[in-house]
């Protein structure tokens, strides 16, 4: 019966063609703008780390100004970043089974090896244990050992891109690279690595690519990396070198933990208020008690990654979407009034109301699918012009399946919700209205 | 009233061509009730629609009222169907979503006329037509003797100086045929000439005299009266 | 003309009707937003930011280490640069305006009183910075040669002599008496404004005081510097062509590099709402679109469904111009019901956005205008299938099927 009604439903789509292509037309296009709006909101407010993004800490401490709050329209939060001092002394706890503070630097390069021009590298300084934290992807080599942070040791992590353009893709684990005075010995090279957002750093760019290599936070003294990333300060202090500022309150550490336990997490958050009760009778740590412990999934909400105007975007889409679907409602509120007389025969002949409702219900269904499929060809369509609009989107306007999946849904969805008022209407046809010539 | 001269009317196809009328010749007179009779493609309809001035013609002449209606425009010859000719149809032809009222409006509208005496040519038409109780009725909830009364009303509602009826009673019972024939006699007593396309020679028999349609001609005129002014034969298009 | 019978045969016929105006409401309703926020966003581009934005680029270098003659690499760097063909004016800059990137303090009017502070976006320049910017000098004296000096980019020692833009003159001295005025830091250091420039945008585009600028003749030592450059006009392009081999070719142990014209960096600092201006142009093309073809649509519908009807009014005297008039008439009432909802959804939509977002307020006169765009697209969108309607052959009256 099911290819019965698919042959009646291609027949019927093919008399009026035009009118069986303004449907799917509409319910294209709505599909289309719709999840292009969708796909850049779901990547934006996607978890890069979602396996266990519950068990991902950010760590603020309130060091701010007693006399204001470090967002004035946000007077609950504490700063996003550490001091260098406080980020030290978090370092020396092992309460958390992994922990890594970061900021990003930038210095001159270039390799051992004569020929290739010097460059800038974006460099990520942090402990070793970043790269299981967030679980980071190697191509060759491994991430260096704690050990080698205590040591201070010269050593580095290439993005690929980088290893590309340093070592034309090879296993460049051993080679050596300089990176501003000192030369550095390359233990690891990661494979395709673009966490989106970067929810690790959403102070430089949350949409930004990750950072050209990677060296021991330890290193930061001795090489004197200034952070290239935001640094923000409130007090005045007399700041006249490298040590006046680490030993500052400006903030520009992100500091992450790793906590697997409720346990562990009240143990760490003890830690941090005892830690800052302890600085509050120095004369640090002058506003109330504010020491938070974020997952990285709340961490997203908590930074409003999600800018306001693709919420309002993805608002517009859905109002377009309505629109095209009151569109199809009404085409098919015609297409079936013309239909009257045929369904009247057909009734009379014996179908059931029933039979005849699944019959237009197949009809509907294959102009959803149609729709769908131009819907996903034009949202392609719109997400390549939405990267081309805007750089910084390179990396999130892009199909995802879990979206294409959705897509096909909501088409079918809305072409059924579109066509059930305008099936029932020409089910209702009595079987005799039609038969008599007026 | 009405003066066909050597009509023609060919339907070109890109096969064939289809002579509907060829050489048609009539002559109404003012006051007149003729029937059209002939069999199913013989261009009875043709010959209604080109006298209604629905469609154009091919050669020969054409005299309405006295005037040559042959190379009108098409604004003025939809004035002249409004102000000189009413028609009645098989199906009535009625406008579904109007009421009765707004149904003999329709016409009036077209005219020109006036709220006050669009109201009372309405309603006095309404009146002749016995349906002066159901204006605010919309046609699905009247009988179909009742729809033709509308459709009679609607025709006669501007004083058309002739009525063109085809089939009017094809679609209704003898009993109710009977009574639209009566109030189509009944207007032509009061002076509106009527020609009347009907394949019933029971009808036919009513009028006061028939013109037979035989493969778009006139093949029997009973009485005959010879075309009292000669027409000037138009040059073939 | 005719508009009772029209709108009382609409209203047997009303959920076609009521679909179309449905869909015109929430057209009117996302169309006068989308055009109103895109409207701001253009307005916000297309500010005077007070700079020559065409004429000016910016380049890097970076050296492997800090080292001594660093101070002598930005004397021989400017040299070169101001000696380049095309080159009207060059200077050292610590960020570039309009970039997103950049510096902010506090100062203060009354040394070590803290409501008298005003925090306030700072540029590092030097004596060539206000003709490299092409910023306007009001009142005061431009930096010499004398004033700049180089500083270690972690010293907090300060220059004593600024200059200021003229609306945080007035912000930080009301009294009108800021040129020749005192303003302190943190830490008490004096700084003497010496000069008053007309207007300039400071680094932070979507800032709301982001004119509030203090230019500073400060440059920071280090292994860093970044040099600004304001061309001849038309001779930008050719400049940035040669700057980076040039300075390279200047010293090869550093890096050149960041060659990239303020009119890049400025849009760039814009991406954001010029890509929401140009997303809802095109969802607003698209719904416009959407609805003239389901304008077509129904009423090519309407038409096939009607033809006999049309024959019928054609037989009993209506001309073609008045099939035409009556779809007119239909269309045009049905879009009128449309805006009529539609202007209620606006404000509805735009007090949503208000709100949620903290979008501003709808103007009214988009309301209006959105209504007279719709009006004119109905009408626009049914010729088509008003004509066909007016050549329907009045013979088809009498055709029995």
């Known amino acids: ?438 | 009233m009405l003066k066909m001269h050597h009509v023609s009317k060919i339907y070109r196809t890109e096969l064939v061509e289809t002579h509907a009328l060829r050489d048609f010749s009539v002559h109404v007179r003012e006051g007149e009730f003729i029937a059209v009779t002939g069999p199913s493609g013989s261009g009875k309809t043709t010959f209604l629609n080109i006298a209604g001035l629905l469609e154009t013609f091919d050669g020969g002449g054409y005299l309405l009222d006295g005037q040559d209606v042959s190379a009108l425009s098409d604004r003025q010859r939809s004035r002249v169907r409004n102000e000189k000719i009413g028609f009645i149809f098989q199906g009535f032809n009625l406008i579904p979503d109007l009421n009765v009222f707004d149904n003999v409006d329709v016409p009036l509208r077209y005219r020109g006329f006036g709220a006050a005496e669009r109201r009372q040519r309405i309603e006095s038409t309404l009146d002749l037509v016995g349906l002066g109780s159901r204006r605010k009725h919309i046609p699905a909830q009247l009988s179909g003797g009742q729809q033709q009364r509308v459709a009679i009303a609607r025709a006669l509602a501007g004083g058309p100086r002739i009525l063109l009826a085809d089939e009017p009673t094809g679609n209704l019972d003898s009993l109710m045929a009977r009574q639209i024939l009566e109030l189509i006699e009944d207007i032509n007593s009061r002076g509106t000439t009527i020609v009347m396309v009907t394949h019933d020679p029971e009808l036919a028999r009513r009028a006061q005299r028939s013109i037979h349609i035989m493969d778009g001609k006139v093949s029997d005129l009973e009485p005959f009266d010879p075309p009292a002014v000669a027409i000037e034969a138009r040059a073939t298009a | 003309m005719e508009i009772r019978p029209i709108l009382s045969a609409m209203l047997r016929n009303k959920t076609g009707a009521v679909l179309i105006a449905l869909q015109i409401a929430v057209t009117l309703a996302v169309v006068t937003n989308a055009a109103h926020i895109i409207k701001q966003r253009l307005d916000l581009i297309g500010r005077p930011t007070g700079l020559d934005v065409a004429h000016i680029f910016q380049v890097q270098s970076v050296d492997f280490a800090e080292h001594v003659s660093f101070r002598e690499r930005v004397r021989a760097d400017l040299e070169l640069l101001r000696g380049l063909p095309g080159v009207r004016a060059a200077t050292a800059i610590g960020s570039m305006p309009l970039s997103g990137g950049g510096s902010a303090t506090e100062h203060y009017v009354e040394a070590g009183q803290d409501e008298s502070r005003v925090a306030a976006n700072y540029f590092t320049i030097d004596e060539q910075g206000l003709e490299t910017l092409g910023v306007k000098l009001v009142a005061g004296r431009d930096f010499r040669p004398e004033d700049v000096d180089f500083y270690e980019s972690t010293s907090g020692k300060l220059p004593a002599s600024i200059i200021v833009t003229d609306v945080l003159a007035k912000r930080l001295f009301p009294n009108g008496n800021a040129l020749g005025a005192t303003v302190y830091d943190g830490l008490g250091q004096p700084q003497a404004i010496i000069g008053i420039v007309e207007h300039m945008h400071g680094s932070w585009v979507d800032a709301e005081r982001v004119d509030e600028v203090v230019l500073r003749p400060q440059i920071y030592d280090g292994n860093f510097v970044r040099y600004a450059v304001r061309t001849e006009p038309g001779r930008r392009d050719e400049v940035m062509a040669v700057v980076e081999q040039k300075l390279t070719a200047l010293d090869p142990q550093r890096v050149v590099r960041g060659v990239r014209s303020l009119e890049e960096i400025a849009s760039d600092s814009y991406g954001a709402d010029r890509a929401m201006a140009i997303l809802l142009t095109t969802v607003i093309a698209l719904l416009i679109a959407v609805t003239a073809l389901g304008i077509v649509g129904l009423a090519s519908f309407s038409v096939k469904s009607r033809t006999k009807q049309i024959g019928t009014r054609r037989a009993i005297g209506a001309s073609r111009p008045d099939i035409i008039r009556y779809f007119m008439v239909e269309n045009w009432l049905i879009t009128t019901g449309g805006v009529a909802l539609g202007s209620a959804l606006a404000v509805a939509l735009n007090l949503w956005l208000v709100r949620t977002f903290e979008l501003p307020k709808l103007e009214i006169v988009y309301i209006p205008l959105g209504i007279a765009a719709l009006w004119l697209l109905g009408l626009l969108a049914v010729l088509g299938p008003a004509r066909r309607a007016a050549s329907i052959a009045p013979a088809i009256a009498t055709r029995t099927v």
């Open chain 1, 1 to 438: 019966m099911l290819h019965y009604y698919l042959k009646l439903a291609l027949l019927s789509l093919r008399r009026n063609p035009i009118l069986s292509a303004l449907m799917v037309a509409a319910i294209g296009l709505g599909i289309g703008v719709c999840m292009t709006a969708l796909t850049v909101y779901h990547l934006m407010s996607a978890d890069p780390i979602a396996h266990k993004s519950d068990r991902v800490y950010a760590v603020q401490l309130d060091s701010w100004d007693v006399n204001a709050p470090f967002i004035d329209a946000r007077p609950e939060q504490a700063p996003w970043e550490l001091t260098w001092r406080d980020a030290m002394v978090l370092r020396e706890s092992d309460i958390a089974a992994r922990r890594a503070a970061m900021f990003i630097s930038t210095f001159a390069t270039r390799p051992e090896a004569e020929g290739i021009s010097p460059s800038f590298v974006i460099t990520r300084l942090t402990d070793s244990d970043f790269f299981s934290l967030f679980d980071v992807p190697f191509a060759f080599g491994s991430a260096w050992t704690r050990e080698a942070d205590q040591a201070e040791r010269p050593v580095i992590v290439l993005s690929k891109e980088k290893n590309e353009e340093m070592f034309g893709g090879e296993n460049s684990v051993g080679r050596k690279l300089l990176i501003g005075e000192r030369y550095f010995e390359v233990v690891g090279v990661l494979d395709d690595w673009a966490p989106v957002p970067k929810v690790y750093d959403l102070n430089n760019g949350p949409f930004n690519d990750p950072e050209d290599v990677y060296i021991p936070f330890s290193l930061t003294e001795t090489l004197e990396a200034e952070s290239t990333g935001n640094v923000n300060c409130w007090k005045n202090e007399p700041i006249d070198s490298f040590a006046d500022f680490l030993n500052s309150e400006c903030v520009w550490i992100q500091y992450w933990v790793e906590l697997d336990s409720p346990t562990q997490v009240e143990e760490y958050q003890a830690f941090l208020d005892n830690y800052a009760r302890e600085q509050q009778r120095l004369g640090r740590f002058e506003r109330p008690l504010n020491n938070r412990l974020t997952s990285a999934r709340d961490w997203l909400d908590v930074r409003r990654v999600v800018q306001d105007d693709n919420r309002v975007l993805v608002g517009l889409a859905f109002m377009f979407l309505a629109v095209c679907l009151l569109n199809t409602v009404g085409l098919l509120l015609a297409k079936f009034a013309g239909k009257a007389p045929q369904i009247s025969l057909r009734r009379a002949l014996g179908a059931s109301r029933g039979t005849t409702f699944l019959q237009h219900l197949v009809e509907i269904g294959m102009i959803g699918v149609a729709g769908g499929l131009l819907g996903l060809g034009l949202a392609v369509a719109g997400l390549a012009g939405v990267r081309l609009i805007i750089d910084d989107y390179e990396r999130l306007a892009r199909l995802d399946p879990f979206l294409v999946g959705v897509a096909i849904l909501i088409a079918l969805a809305a072409s059924l919700i579109a066509g059930i008022y305008p099936t029932w209407r020409a089910c209702s046809v009595p079987p005799a209205a039609h038969l008599k010539t007026q």
